[in-house]
């Protein structure tokens, strides 16, 4: 399992009661100890687990569920009932925590032990009803959360419960999530633009402006030696012709350019503290060389797709939703093995049943879903105000399942709109060297694609191999915004009586708060 996810643990905490005596609660303790031991064993849990013990009364439930609000390593809570624990002593604590929360509804023992079970045995193991009086509460109190319903050894079940984990720490490592905008939004595009005070309010991301004024102080601050050790690593890296290698040559020069660019924006970004940033090609290379006499002589296409890979979220165009998305894909798909990306809808393919969307941008495809060793190549970029030979990593996704989602702002409330898609195979694009990938949205392109604009989705999403509809489900559910699924049993005449329904439900909850 990997290690990304050290930093953080998970609480554990069993409802019950001291109505049936001291012993009794030993016993749950018991119980509990074990369960928690055994589901860290498992290999299955990215984050670990840990116990804190049975809540007996209102106030150890207050004091656990502020403990856990309060403790910066806990990114969620997992509480499971194993006795009777009477709902009204959860309120005050549950009123305290604001952090992700799961109910567990399971059972120590797998199943009745029909020859032995007393009434001693009843008394003690009674989630079957425990955690139906506390269901009544959470749904009482309105308070979102997961609940996963199956055998506490059942691979199936902890897998859902490794899920919840996995979008409970992305979730935490968005509250302090600060996105660098170099640019401001482009040509006055809607889609990708939205309320940044709303969003830090219900997303937790802050969005920051940043000047070419100040990071041209950055890029005069890197150093030419440091810039051709980079370069070498390129080399050494990815496929390239070896004529590009002669430092005499133009091609050589782009290369070059594009590492002091990405040394550039790393410096930025370390120094403050950023997780994530937007590009735009009005503002960042492609006319400040003219403007000021130095700089990026193009936008930093090879630096944004390296940077995506080692986790820094990304937005072209200034769509500082999707940049910080995309860290949050990134962050919750650490040590799985499919790859993520930021992409944008290019341009369709009518085939009949196999008519696809071409998924690119201008350069800014992470590399971490390419097929093979990706290729660094030197070619003109016809786009912007600015026309320049560009480097960049070439390649074609992998084939596949995967979804791809995106945030927009409606006014009000944001949504979170999902749609699995299937990457088939591309055909050779000789005149468009840029990474790409092709995929068939579900269920077909027609509904794919028409229930995403019927949403409002943006041009630009942020894919996954590794996330299921699940992930972004619980996302949703955790953020408190509105989730929206194009799968495989989607048909037009549904997706808008969901819409619908939803314009209802978000117009009277807004009343009703």
């Not at 999403?461 to 049993?489: M, R, V």
Request: hydrophobic share 40%; charged share 25%; proline share 4%.
């Amino acid at each position: 399992m990997t290690k990304a996810f050290d930093n953080y643990e998970v609480w554990f905490v069993t409802g019950a009661q001291l109505l049936y005596g001291g012993d009794a609660v030993v016993q749950v303790d018991g119980h509990s100890t074990k369960m928690v031991d055994g589901m860290n064993e498992s290999g299955l849990l990215p984050v670990k687990v840990v116990y804190k013990g049975t809540a007996n009364s209102s106030e150890e439930v207050s004091q656990v569920m502020g403990a856990a609000q309060a403790d910066p390593r806990c990114v969620g809570v997992i509480t499971w009932m194993h006795t009777f624990s009477p709902a009204k002593m959860w309120i005050h604590g549950l009123q305290k925590l604001s952090k992700p929360l799961l109910h567990f509804h399971t059972q120590f023992n797998e199943e009745i032990p029909w020859d032995t079970m007393d009434m001693d045995f009843m008394n003690l193991n009674q989630s079957a009803h425990g955690d139906r009086e506390f269901g009544h509460i959470l749904a009482r109190m309105r308070k979102n959360h997961k609940t996963v319903v199956g055998y506490w050894k059942d691979p199936a079940t902890l897998g859902h419960i490794a899920v919840w984990e996995r979008v409970a720490a992305a979730w935490a490592d968005a509250q302090d999530m600060r996105i660098i905008r170099f640019g401001d939004q482009m040509n006055n595009v809607a889609v990708t633009d939205g309320d940044k005070v709303e969003a830090e309010m219900r997303l937790g991301y802050h969005v920051d402006y940043m000047p070419f004024s100040d990071v041209l102080c950055y890029f005069d601050a890197v150093k030419d030696e440091d810039v051709d050790g980079l370069v070498k690593e390129y080399f050494t890296l990815y496929d390239h012709a070896p004529a590009l290698e002669d430092s005499g040559s133009l091609e050589y020069r782009k290369v070059w350019n594009s590492a002091k660019a990405e040394l550039t924006l790393r410096a930025v970004l370390k120094d403050k503290g950023a997780k994530g940033f937007t590009t735009n090609f009005d503002d960042l290379g492609d006319y400040n060389v003219e403007k000021t006499g130095h700089g990026f002589d193009q936008i930093p296409g090879l630096a944004s797709q390296r940077l995506m890979a080692e986790g820094y979220g990304f937005g072209a165009e200034g769509d500082w939703k999707s940049a910080a998305l995309c860290r949050t894909v990134w962050f919750m798909t650490q040590g799985l093995e499919g790859g993520c990306s930021f992409l944008e809808d290019y341009t369709l393919n009518f085939a009949g049943g196999k008519s696809s969307i071409l998924q690119a941008h201008m350069l800014e495809v992470c590399p971490l879903i390419a097929s093979a060793r990706p290729k660094l190549e030197v070619h003109h970029l016809g786009i912007g105000i600015r026309k320049t030979p560009t480097a960049r990593l070439v390649f074609t996704s992998k084939v596949g399942c995967g979804v791809t989602a995106t945030v927009v702002d409606m006014g009000g409330r944001f949504r979170l709109v999902v749609n699995d898609v299937q990457c088939i195979e591309p055909k050779p694009l000789p005149k468009l060297p840029v990474a790409s990938a092709l995929w068939i949205p579900m269920p077909s392109f027609e509904v794919g694609a028409g229930a995403w604009i019927m949403a409002g989705g943006t041009h630009h999403s942020c894919f996954s191999y590794d996330i299921t509809p699940e992930y972004w489900e619980d996302y949703a559910e955790i953020a408190d915004i509105e989730y929206l699924h194009i799968d495989k049993d989607t048909t037009i005449e549904s997706f808008k009586k969901d819409l619908r329904m939803n314009e209802v439900y978000y117009l009277l909850n807004k009343a009703l708060k």
